[in-house]
């Protein structure tokens, strides 16, 4: 026998102790570490450990993606020097972070990211634990909304959160995430995305980035949280569906630019623990009003009760977003659709 485990080119596996990474996004890896160098098949199965067939099978699951992969007879394989990959070590070099994103878990493909993400949380993965996906077949956004997730133009992961907290303060972790995602991008850009509650970032009025923090408690208390994130980095205004075009962005579309995905995956993990040390509510409330321009504007909300009207005043202690209506009362709404005439 060889010793080399058989491995599955494109699964998911979910151990007792949370996930591990693919074969197929570790040969993307290999490939990506080495842009500019043909590689022989028999050299990548040898460094992970796994049959030659394993590594085949890889290769056709990242071309399918619509990675370009070229083959040189008697040199081996080459990744299309264009892409950008996310290389596990070389996050974890430029992390400087002590938990979060710690380990990091990549797929090339998932359904979404915070239902495997809960699963490995379920069967004990730690806090801090990332899973990232290049594509979601399925992403999820807020109100059951999907969430449009090429390969290898944005950033979609998700975060396991075990912090000591009561389920009704979990708020923090949403606001907070949209504070540490603006800071980041603004260090990275010198754009400023103006944030909105409660968990979009906006671009020149567009979407750039939003979140989906999906909770599990015994009680009142938090027993962990998932922080689901998407991105748009590298996309072109031609890259989006053409019912997306008038009302999605990307940091691309925003500065003419592209970026290092893995630099800025770094610079928000660092943010992120950043914001949430000490958890602080009123630091977060204040550091959230400060980077929004909803404050004092008119806005609608479309919530389970009824649509809300009004003049969005400030963010309440529970994380309400607090409504001045016509009639001079204040509202206080826990959850809904900012939209329709919102002018902010």
């Not at 490939?31 to 590594?55: E, F, Q």
């Not at 730690?126 to 807020?142: D, M």
């Not at 000490?278 to 409330?285: K, P």
Request: hydrophobic fraction near 40%; proline fraction near 4%; include cysteine.
């Amino acid at each position: 026998m060889s010793g080399k485990r058989p491995c599955n080119p494109s699964g998911t596996s979910v151990r007792t102790d949370g996930v591990e990474t693919p074969i197929a996004y570790r040969v993307l890896e290999a490939l990506g570490g080495r842009r500019t160098a043909y590689v022989r098949v028999p050299d990548i199965a040898d460094a992970l450990s796994c049959k030659h067939d394993d590594v085949r099978g890889a290769i056709g699951a990242i071309r399918r993606l619509g990675y370009s992969i070229s083959e040189r007879s008697g040199a081996g394989i080459r990744l299309d020097t264009e892409t950008d990959v996310i290389v596990r070590s070389d996050l974890l070099g430029r992390l400087g972070t002590r938990a979060l994103g710690r380990p990091p878990v990549c797929f090339l493909e998932l359904d979404s990211t915070n239902a495997l993400a809960t699963r490995a949380a379920l069967a004990g993965a730690s806090h801090g634990t990332v899973v990232l996906a290049e594509h979601q077949k399925a992403g999820r956004g807020r109100l059951g909304r999907t969430w449009f997730s090429p390969p290898g133009a944005g950033l979609w992961f998700s975060l396991i959160l075990r912090y000591e907290l009561t389920v009704a303060r979990t708020w923090m972790l949403t606001l907070g995430a949209a504070v540490a995602l603006a800071d980041a991008v603004e260090a990275l850009t010198g754009v400023h995305p103006d944030v909105r509650w409660p968990n979009d970032l906006y671009l020149n009025d567009r979407k750039l980035a939003g979140i989906l923090t999906e909770v599990r408690g015994g009680g009142d208390r938090l027993d962990f949280a998932v922080l689901g994130i998407g991105i748009n980095v590298n996309q072109e205004e031609a890259d989006f569906p053409a019912g997306l075009r008038d009302t999605a962005t990307s940091i691309r579309c925003g500065t003419g630019r592209t970026y290092d995905r893995t630099g800025l995956l770094a610079d928000v993990l660092r943010s992120l623990e950043h914001v949430y040390a000490g958890l602080d509510a009123e630091s977060i409330r204040g550091r959230w009003a400060g980077k929004t321009r909803m404050l004092g504007n008119p806005v609608f909300i479309d919530t389970d009760a009824g649509p809300v009207r009004g003049v969005a005043e400030d963010v309440g202690s529970d994380g309400a977003l607090l409504v001045r209506g016509a009639d001079g009362g204040l509202r206080r709404v826990l959850a809904g659709d900012v939209g329709g005439d919102a002018k902010v």
